[in-house]
């Protein structure tokens, strides 16, 4: 069963970091059940900065 917090974890990331949807679903099959490990695999991959892998888990400190 996915988190919870996924869905409002892949609109954060589509809206406020401009992330394009390739992107996410790209690791969002990989991570599903685990968004805080759906953050990392995105800047593992590149796909997100240092700055925004930040953004991202405070967001996620926060929800």
Not at 18 to 39: C, F, G, K, T, Y
Not at 45 to 60: A, C, F, R, S
């Amino acid at each position: 069963m996915p988190s919870p917090l996924l869905t409002p974890l892949i609109r954060f990331l589509q809206e406020e970091l401009r992330l394009p949807p390739e992107s996410i679903d790209l690791v969002q099959r990989q991570e599903e059940s685990m968004p805080n490990l759906l953050a990392v695999v995105l800047w593992q991959y590149g796909l997100v900065t240092l700055e925004q892998l930040d953004q991202i888990l405070n967001w996620l400190e926060a929800v």
